[in-house]
């Protein structure tokens, strides 16, 4: 055991003071390339077998470190002949992984810019459709704030935004429509969730708990909150305590723009200058 000890603090003391600039560049890219492995394979069967070999890896590290001579001649033995047979077992995700890998940069910022106009366009079809209908709906977008404590009141979604998807969770006498909707990002995340209600005394008395949920959540957080009303059909949007009432098409198709063209890497958050164009009055101003 003392000997095991002595291993493990010289390797610590190499680890902390050998290694050069150099090294750590090194490791850098190793642990880079590792990661872009891992998610190649995610959610294949590759991924299990990587498990498994780094588990392998790692107690062939530990038996020559504590001095199981056996042990570590089969774990590496296992290594040096498994390899390959796990190269042609897993032929063809490998294959796929490596063209993945040669597209992935070439298309990736036209894929992101893609996604973000379907989604505007999925979002701003339902918010028109359901106005025309007079369907009232409330849809939260998650900004740097995290709102787990506001998804944990409603039931889970983890969705892609479609407008259909939104159009029936709002659809009225059904078991979700009571309630907000929660978006991170590019996925609804929630349903019927349960906002808090602002206690502004200059709230318009047109407006219901609907507006006042919205504007509760946008004073009590940075979320951006689309709301359609239920009497009216007039669709409005509340940041910071303030609403902006009567958006049209055109309107809300540049907000959503501004907000999913800004960043692709970080596409729920906001610009705050280009946010509030057209903003002018108060809570419960109609504009």
């Given at each position: 055991?003392?000997?095991?000890?002595?291993?493990?603090?010289?390797?610590?003391?190499?680890?902390?003071?050998?290694?050069?600039?150099?090294?750590?560049?090194?490791?850098?890219?190793?642990?880079?390339?590792?990661?872009?492995?891992?998610?190649?394979?995610?959610?294949?069967?590759?991924?299990?077998?990587?498990?498994?070999?780094?588990?392998?890896?790692?107690?062939?590290?530990?038996?020559?470190?504590?001095?199981?001579?056996?042990?570590?001649?089969?774990?590496?033995?296992?290594?040096?002949?498994?390899?390959?047979?796990?190269?042609?077992?897993?032929?063809?995700?490998?294959?796929?992984?490596?063209?993945?890998?040669?597209?992935?940069?070439?298309?990736?910022?036209?894929?992101?810019?893609?996604?973000?106009?379907?989604?505007?366009?999925?979002?701003?079809?339902?918010?028109?459709?359901?106005?025309?209908?007079?369907?009232?709906?409330?849809?939260?977008?998650?900004?740097?704030?995290?709102?787990?404590?506001?998804?944990?009141?409603?039931?889970?979604?983890?969705?892609?935004?479609?407008?259909?998807?939104?159009?029936?969770i709002f659809e009225p006498n059904t078991p979700l429509h009571d309630g907000a909707v929660i978006i991170r990002g590019q996925r609804v995340v929630s349903a019927a969730c349960v906002l808090p209600l602002s206690e502004s005394s200059s709230i318009s008395r047109d407006l219901g708990t609907r507006?006042?949920?919205?504007?509760?959540?946008?004073?009590?957080?940075?979320?951006?909150?689309?709301?359609?009303?239920?009497?009216?059909?007039?669709?409005?949007?509340?940041?910071?305590?303030?609403?902006?009432?009567?958006?049209?098409?055109?309107?809300?198709?540049?907000?959503?723009?501004?907000?999913?063209?800004?960043?692709?890497?970080?596409?729920?958050?906001?610009?705050?200058?280009?946010?509030?164009?057209?903003?002018?009055?108060?809570?419960?101003?109609?504009?």
């Amino acid at each position: 055991m003392a000997g095991f000890w002595d291993q493990a603090q010289t390797f610590m003391w190499n680890l902390i003071h050998r290694p050069t600039l150099i090294d750590y560049i090194d490791i850098l890219i190793i642990a880079f390339l590792i990661y872009q492995l891992v998610l190649l394979t995610r959610q294949t069967r590759a991924i299990q077998v990587l498990k498994g070999l780094a588990v392998i890896i790692v107690a062939s590290y530990v038996s020559e470190l504590i001095g199981l001579t056996a042990l570590n001649w089969v774990l590496r033995s296992i290594l040096n002949n498994g390899v390959i047979a796990l190269m042609i077992l897993f032929q063809p995700e490998l294959r796929r992984a490596l063209e993945q890998l040669g597209r992935t940069a070439k298309i990736e910022h036209g894929q992101a810019q893609d996604e973000s106009e379907r989604i505007v366009d999925e979002i701003t079809q339902c918010l028109l459709r359901l106005s025309r209908r007079r369907v009232g709906a409330l849809i939260v977008f998650e900004q740097r704030t995290g709102l787990k404590d506001v998804t944990e009141t409603g039931t889970a979604i983890d969705s892609l935004i479609s407008a259909p998807l939104l159009e029936n969770i709002f659809e009225p006498n059904t078991p979700l429509h009571d309630g907000a909707v929660i978006i991170r990002g590019q996925r609804v995340v929630s349903a019927a969730c349960v906002l808090p209600l602002s206690e502004s005394s200059s709230i318009s008395r047109d407006l219901g708990t609907r507006h006042r949920a919205g504007l509760g959540m946008s004073e009590n957080t940075d979320a951006i909150v689309l709301i359609v009303s239920e009497e009216t059909g007039v669709i409005s949007m509340a940041r910071g305590g303030r609403l902006t009432r009567h958006l049209d098409a055109e309107a809300i198709r540049r907000q959503l723009r501004e907000m999913y063209h800004e960043d692709h890497s970080r596409i729920w958050q906001w610009t705050h200058k280009k946010l509030w164009p057209f903003r002018k009055g108060g809570a419960g101003h109609d504009e």
